[in-house]
T-cell receptor
Framework: EPEVTQTPSHQVTQMGQEVILRCVPI?????FYWYRQILGQKVEFLVS????????KSEIFDDQFSVERPDGSNFTLKIRSTKLEDSAMYFC????????????FGPGTRLTVT | AQSVTQLGSHVSVSEGALVLLRCNYS??????LFWYVQYPNQGLQLLLK??????LVKGINGFEAEFKKSETSFHLTKPSAHMSDAAEYFC?????????????FGKGTKLSVIP
């Protein structure tokens, strides 16, 4: 069964460093999402991406964040200068078409900023 | 704006007992509602969804949920708990208006099943 994959599973970085979290959505899907979950808190929407551009973003998704689909298969989330409060589990999700509401989630990347 | 409240961050049931996980939502448009399950070290897996068809929705692994508009609720039930049901469960709402169809999640309920 097709699945969303994410790498790495765990990333440790120092405050101020740039990180790139990678996702490979399901191959025929068209809509892509990033969510995050700070330990003990809700899963929160960050950004959605369709047709090679951001379609919606939350207040959390500030100028430090960017997303890209560089090669037609990968979907990346970049944090330019990490802060301690960026420590969280980051989930990628994808969806195949407008009439399908189901989002398929990857296993997540745990980001630890020290 | 949409929101989801899950009552009880941790629920314990005995094996074979009824599972009831509560979810209330707030939405300014007719909602689509979802329950996801997360097993340790895994991603979020869709259990079931309500998208304005039948109000009683059946999902995988014997779970079902009933959409009650008057109570703004979408509680998850399973008649008989199994040890393999131990996991964290998330209720989520999606607005049916124009937009990216982002999900708004509740804080999750961790289900423990006692043998």
């Amino acid at each position: 069964e097709p699945e969303v994959t994410q790498t790495p599973s765990h990333q440790v970085t120092q405050m101020g460093q740039e990180v790139i979290l990678r996702c490979v959505p399901i191959s025929n899907h068209l809509y892509f999402y990033w969510y995050r979950q700070i330990l003990g808190q809700k899963v929160e929407f960050l950004v959605s991406f369709y047709n090679n551009e951001i379609s919606e973003k939350s207040e959390i998704f500030d100028d430090q964040f960017s997303v890209e689909r560089p090669d037609g298969s990968n979907f990346t989330l970049k944090i330019r200068s990490t802060k301690l409060e960026d420590s969280a589990m980051y989930f990628c999700a994808s969806r195949d078409r407008v009439s399908s509401y189901e989002q398929y989630f990857g296993p997540g990347t745990r980001l630890t900023v020290t | 704006a949409q929101s989801v409240t899950q009552l009880g961050s941790h629920v314990s049931v005995s094996e074979g007992a009824l599972v009831l996980l509560r979810c209330n939502y707030s939405s300014s448009v007719p909602p689509y509602l979802f329950w996801y399950v997360q097993y340790p070290n895994q991603g979020l897996q869709l259990l079931l969804k309500y998208t304005s068809a039948a109000t009683l929705v059946k999902g995988i692994n014997g779970f079902e949920a009933e959409f009650k508009k008057s109570e703004t609720s979408f509680h998850l039930t399973k008649p008989s708990a199994h040890m393999s049901d131990a996991a964290e469960y998330f209720c989520a709402v999606m607005g049916s208006g124009a937009g990216s169809y982002q999900l708004t999640f509740g804080k999750g309920t961790k289900l423990s099943v006692i043998p």
